[in-house]
């Protein structure tokens, strides 16, 4: 058995989505004076969407779930599909290049594209040039009925060019994960997904620790 860390590192001054979404923050505080002994500590100022992060429909509307009520059994051992399309910068990922891989995708899955693009982790076009899925792509999986969406990318949309998929995504209540890492170390074409996020109150998502199991 092999075990994969695929989450992406959180630091200081990291890659965002830009305002309203916080600059990361990391940074030691001072010794409080009410323990003797020397200590050390820290504080973090983040957003939800922070790193590699889980999230529920609550991004989009107000009815969706809050992530803490997604039951934790749920997120743990998961079978997953992994799904290798080679993108360049700002590549639109075709329904052709998902049947290309073929690759059986069963209801309940996650489903995990690796495109590469994890390597550009906090490059300036990190979130700006990442790879995309058409429409067409997005429908490919969304009619295999996946438990979770995830990918190596920070968005699964264009922003110049929006595909319209994302209120058929959260009416069908998928998870999306992303955006992950080191999945060129991933050997087999199905694996065991474990993410576990934050467990935060009233939040559409949250950072988590995600492993992968072959």
Known sequence: ??????????????????????????EEIEQPDFIEHETFSWRFEL????????????????????????????????DAAILRVPCEPDQRIERSDLEACDVEVRPGDAVIVATGWDS????????TNCPWFSYDAMRWILDREPFMMCGDMPRFDSWEDPQGFWPEFFDAGILLLAPLVNLDQIAGDRVKLTALP?????????????????
């Open 198 to 214: 934050l467990k935060v109150v009233e939040s559409c998502a949250a950072p988590c620790r995600v492993i992968v199991t072959e």
């Open 120 to 127: 550009h982790w906090n490059a300036t076009d990190f979130v």
């Open 1 to 26: 058995m092999r075990i994969i860390d695929v989450t992406g590192a959180i630091e200081t001054g990291m890659w965002t989505y830009g305002p309203p979404y916080p600059d990361v923050l990391i």
């Open 47 to 78: 957003g939800a969407q922070t790193g590699t992060y889980l999230e529920t429909s609550l991004h989009v509307r107000r009815d969706g779930p809050a992530l803490i009520e997604v039951p934790v059994e749920q997120l743990v051992m998961r």
